[in-house]
Each structure stands twice: as structure tokens, then as C-alpha cells.
Nanobody, 119 residues
Framework: VQLVESGGGSVQAGGSLRLSCASSGSIYGTLCMGWFRHAPGKEREGVAVIDSDGTTNYADSVKGPFTISKDNAKNTLYLQMNSLKSEDTAMYYC???????????????WGQGTQVTVS
């Protein structure tokens, strides 16, 4: 399975972006899928995940402004990011087939990342 992210870019604080992650294979029934981010000088962290049954979980720092969703028919994962802050600046990665938000190493499939810069 290949995951390809898109939708990153530069935005002013308070703005919005929508990230997409297209899968080359079916995501129906896949274990947890999610978004992770890696900022310079920081460890990679979980942002949001969604289980096969649609249950979602978010990092405390993004609860409210960020929404994760998926479209099984299109094999695509999304992350709607509103009210962006400078601290949201990072490389954002899509990942699949994992156990949950805190179990980053459990995710077996990763995209190449898309840069989000908030100024």
C-alpha cells in the first residue's frame, strides 16, 4: 500500500488547510489510520487517528480546530485544520495500519509527508 499526502502549504495564523491522503489500496477495515507531524527539533507526534469503525482520537493541542475523516469509497483520509497557529508548523504524515495515537511505531504504512507552514 502506498500513501500519498497532499494539501499542505503556507497559510497565515488563523487560516485553514485540508490535508488529503490517498491510498493505493482499499482502506476499508484497515486498522487505525492517522495523521502525525514532525517539527524541527521535536519528536514526531500523533495529531489525530480514526479507527475502522470511525472512532476518532485527537491530541489535546488540536481538539476542536482539527477534524479527521475518511472516505472508504475513495480510499482517502482527510485532516481539516482550522484556526491554525504557528506551532502547527510541521511536516505532516499520513499513516495506516496502526494501533492508536500514542503507538506511532505500530503504524506500518507511511506517506512521504506534506509541509504545513503557519506564519
Amino acid at each position: 500500500v502506498q500513501l500519498v499526502e497532499s494539501g499542505g502549504g503556507s497559510v497565515q495564523a488563523g487560516g485553514s488547510l485540508r490535508l488529503s491522503c490517498a491510498s493505493s489500496g482499499s482502506i476499508y477495515g484497515t486498522l487505525c489510520m492517522g495523521w502525525f507531524r514532525h517539527a524541527p527539533g521535536k519528536e514526531r507526534e500523533g495529531v489525530a487517528v480514526i479507527d475502522s469503525d470511525g472512532t476518532t482520537n485527537y491530541a489535546d493541542s488540536v481538539k476542536g480546530p482539527f477534524t479527521i475523516s475518511k472516505d472508504n469509497a475513495k480510499n482517502t483520509l482527510y485532516l481539516q485544520m482550522n484556526s491554525l497557529k504557528s506551532e502547527d508548523t510541521a511536516m505532516y504524515y499520513c499513516a495506516a495500519n496502526g494501533l492508536g495515537l500514542r503507538y506511532i511505531r505500530s503504524f506500518g504504512w507511511w506517506g512521504q509527508g506534506t509541509q504545513v507552514t503557519v506564519s
